[in-house]
C-alpha cells in the first residue's frame, strides 16, 4: 500500500476534485479525515475540535449495526477474496447470493418468496416500482401506472424513487414539473403510540378508491419516515393500507432501507402491524455496512404476473448484481445479527436515548424529542446551523450528521451504555449550539 497522504494534502485534494453528497462543487465546509475505525469508533487523521476519535453515532447513514472492523464480517470479507471477489449473474450464479436470497425470504414476511439483488437501497426502490408497473402491464391494465404515497417519505436519489418523496418538503422539489406525477396522501399524524385517526384513516381509504383505477401501487416507508423528517407514526396506518389496497387491488411496497434488521425494534417494521406488503425493499445495514448492496423481495403473485406478460422477463440488470463479495458480507452480518438477542441490545440503547435526550426538552428551540428503538431525534423550531451543531457534538467526541431542523442518532447497536450517554450529551450540546 502506498503511504498515507498527510491530512492537510488530502483535504486539499478533495476540495479540488471531490464532490460530496448533497453538497455544493467545491465543497463550503471542510469534511474530517477518517483514518480507520473499529467498534463504534472513527480515528481521525488530524485533530478537530481537540478530538483525535469520535463516537460514530451515525452507523455510517443507518448501516454498520455492527460497528466497525467486526471480526466475524471482516473474516468473511477475507475469504471471499480469496474465491472471488465478483463474477457477472447473468446466467451464472453462486452460493453466496443463493444462501443470501434463502436467508432473506426466511426472515421475512411469508408471502416473499423471491429476491432481486441490487446496488443500492435507492435501485431496489426503482426496481420495486418497475415490478409493479410491469406487474399491471403484463395483466393488460397499462392504465394503472401511477403511485401514491404520503407526505414526508423519502426513497432514494435515482428518478422513480425521487418521485414518490416529499413533492414540497423534500430535497427533490427541483424536479417537479419534469417528474411523474404521483398521488400523495397528507403525511401520518405523528406519534408511534398515538391513538389511530379516524379522519386520517378514511382520507387514506377516500384517496386509494378514488385512484384505484390509475394505481399500481402504494410505496410508503413503515412506521419511520428517514430522510424525509424522522418522522414515527402508527402502525395501524399500514393496516389501512394492507386492506384498502386489497379491496381495490393496488399492490403494496415496503421501503425498509431505514427500518430493517431491528432498527425500530422489530427485525422490520412491518412487524408492528403485522402485515405483509406485496413488494419490500431492504438495503443499507444488509452488509452490516461494509459494502453497498440491497434487495426487493417480491410475492409470487407479483413474478408469476410479470413472467406471463408480454414481455415475460424483469428488463433490469446491473452489472454487479448479485456480487458475491457483497452477498458473503451479508451472510455474516445476517449469522452475527440473529445469533444475537439484538432485541434486547436495541431496547437497551432505546432506554439510554429516552434517559439522556429527555432533558432536551427544555433547551431553548428545540420543539419535540422521539425515540423509537435505537433511533433519538431531536427536533429544533428552526433550521440547524449545521456547522455549529456539528462542531459541537465533536467536541462531546461525538460525530453526528444534523440536517433541516434535526439533530438525531442512529447508533451501531454495540454501543455500549457508556458511549450511548456520550452520544446523548453530544446531542444535547448540537442542540443548544444550533
Known sequence: MPEPLPADVLLDLDRQHVWHPYGPMPGRQEP??????????????????????????????????????????????????????????????????VRLAARLVEITPEPLQHVFLADSGSVSVEVALKMCLQYWRSLGRPGKRRLLTWRGGYHGDTWQPMSV???????????????????????????????????????????????????????????????????????????????????????????????GFGRTGRLFA?????????????????????????AALCTSRVAEGISRGEVPVLAHGPTFMGNPFAAAVANASL?????????????????????????????????????LGAIGVVQLDHPVDID????AAVRAGVWLRPFRDLIYTMPPYVTGDEDVARVCEAIRAAAAAG
Open 335 to 371: 449469522d452475527v445479527l440473529l445469533a444475537q438477542d439484538w432485541a434486547t441490545e436495541v431496547k437497551r440503547i432505546e432506554a439510554g436515548l429516552r434517559d439522556g435526550l429527555a432533558p432536551a426538552a427544555a433547551l431553548p428551540g428545540v420543539r419535540d424529542v422521539r425515540v
Open 388 to 391: 455549529a451543531a456539528t462542531r
Open 165 to 259: 418523496c416529499d413533492p414540497d418538503g423534500g430535497m427533490h422539489h427541483l424536479w417537479s414539473g419534469v417528474l411523474q406525477e404521483q398521488v400523495f396522501a397528507d403525511a401520518p399524524p405523528p406519534g408511534f403510540d398515538a391513538e389511530p385517526s379516524a379522519a386520517y384513516t378514511a382520507h387514506l381509504r377516500g384517496l386509494i378508491a378514488r385512484h384505484a383505477h390509475e394505481l399500481a401501487a402504494v410505496v410508503v416507508e413503515p412506521v419511520v419516515q428517514g430522510a424525509g423528517g424522522m418522522a414515527f407514526h402508527s402502525p395501524a396506518y399500514l393496516r389501512v393500507l394492507r386492506e384498502a389496497c386489497d379491496e381495490h387491488d393496488v399492490l403494496l411496497v415496503l421501503d425498509e432501507i431505514a427500518t
Open 270 to 294: 412491518a412487524g408492528h402491524a403485522g402485515i405483509a406488503p406485496d413488494v419490500m425493499c431492504v438495503g443499507k445495514a444488509l452488509t452490516g455496512g461494509y459494502v453497498s448492496l440491497a
Open 32 to 97: 474530517l479525515v477518517v483514518a480507520s475505525a473499529s467498534g463504534v469508533r472513527l480515528r481521525l487523521a488530524a485533530p478537530a475540535e481537540g478530538r483525535t476519535e469520535l463516537v460514530d453515532g451515525m452507523s455510517s447513514w443507518w448501516s454498520a449495526i455492527h460497528g466497525y472492523r467486526h471480526p466475524v464480517l471482516d473474516e468473511a470479507a477475507h475469504a471471499q477474496l480469496d474465491r472471488m471477489s465478483h463474477v457477472m449473474f447473468g446466467g451464472l450464479t453462486h452460493e453466496p447470493a
